[in-house]
């Protein structure tokens, strides 16, 4: 199985990763409804199986449950894995002790001794300077009870100041975790692809199926639309999905030469902008196994300038 490092020297993992965020929420995917524990669990099972080892999480996804579920997961498996969670910056949580506080917290519900990867959720910092919160994830490094040290929603800019920050303490920054797929590509214009590869950051793609938009369930042609909250968003409306048929064809037209579905052409499209995982969603066991398929090959590098130039109006 294909790994990469989470930053310059950082801990490897699996060239992708599975995102948990569906895992135990309600309020954005319906759990409880159409899926539950049982279901997360094959998938947990399903991605281990298929090789995939890194799973990505955080506090507030269904308020802790995500997190407990894997650590119950966790327990009962035969293969060892590696968590990436996730801390709020709320606006109560003003001290360094508030980021060791909600440290134990996730260490207790992942049922872990330490935390492969722990990030900065968004980035905010009204009440707690970066300085102080870098300062004080710096302080669990040393402490052994996380491995390294990522951000989420970091602009170039911030990038650059936690990195600065934290290579006062020789630690780096491992990782910036955005919204990157080919219908989502606003890190390349916005200067934050440019700035990880600088720095030697790793980049963690979430939603890289846009939701599913890239699997190639909602087309204008089929009925149906999605569940929960993306009911509400433009892109699933006949407009919006006849604007991405330009894109999907060509998934479809790639997948048809590798025999590999919508889904997985994206995500290898993802990979082989080096050193950029993938973290797709999985409700269940056989979306665990269709992520799964985007490892052990790779597109031409003329078929990803190909998706390039059609995915461009995302920039």
Same mark, same amino acid.
């Given at each position: 199985m294909t790994t990469i490092s989470l930053g310059k020297n950082g801990p490897q993992v699996t060239a992708l990763g599975i995102g948990t965020w569906s895992w135990g929420d309600k309020l954005f995917w319906n759990y409880g409804k159409d899926y539950g524990a049982d279901e997360v669990k094959e998938a947990f099972r399903a991605a281990i199986e298929a090789g995939v080892t890194f799973f990505d999480t955080a506090e507030v996804y269904g308020l802790g449950k995500s997190e407990s579920l894997l650590g119950k997961f966790i327990q009962q498996a035969d293969f060892p894995v590696q968590i990436a969670t996730k801390y709020g910056p709320f606006p109560w949580r003003f001290t360094a002790r508030s980021v060791s506080k909600a440290i134990t917290a996730s260490l207790q519900r992942l049922q872990l001794q330490q935390i492969t990867l722990y990030q900065v959720h968004w980035p905010f910092t009204f009440f707690?300077?970066?300085?102080?919160?870098?300062? $004080?994830?710096?302080?669990?490094?040393?402490?052994?009870?996380?491995?390294?040290?990522?951000?989420s929603n970091y602009s170039a800019e911030q990038m650059y100041q936690a990195h600065e920050i934290l290579a006062k303490r020789g630690i780096p920054l491992a990782v910036n975790q955005?919204? %990157?797929?080919?219908?989502?590509?606003?890190?390349?214009?916005?200067?934050?692809?440019?700035?990880?590869?600088?720095?030697?950051?790793?980049?963690?793609? %979430?939603?890289?199926?846009?939701?599913?938009?890239?699997t190639g369930k909602y087309t204008p042609e089929k009925a149906g639309s999605p569940n929960g909250a993306r009911r509400l968003d433009p892109r699933f409306s006949s407009k919006g999905l006849r604007q991405i048929a330009p894109v999907l064809n060509l998934l479809y037209q790639l997948?048809?030469? %590798?025999?590999?579905?919508?889904?997985?052409?994206?995500?290898?499209?993802l990979m082989a902008q080096g050193k950029v995982i993938p973290i797709p969603g999985a409700k269940n066991?056989?979306? $665990?196994r269709q992520n799964a398929g985007a490892l052990g090959w790779s597109l031409q590098e003329e078929e990803v300038k190909q998706l390039e130039q059609v995915s461009r109006p995302w920039l």
């Open positions: 707690m300077s970066q300085e102080i919160l870098m300062n $004080a994830l710096a302080d669990e490094v040393e402490k052994g009870r996380i491995q390294s040290i990522g951000v955005v919204q %990157y797929s080919l219908l989502s590509r606003k890190i390349e214009s916005q200067g934050i692809l440019d700035a990880a590869r600088k720095l030697d950051i790793t980049i963690l793609a %979430y939603s890289p199926l846009a939701q599913g938009l890239l997948g048809e030469k %590798y025999n590999k579905t919508p889904a997985q052409v994206a995500l290898n499209w066991a056989h979306q $665990a």
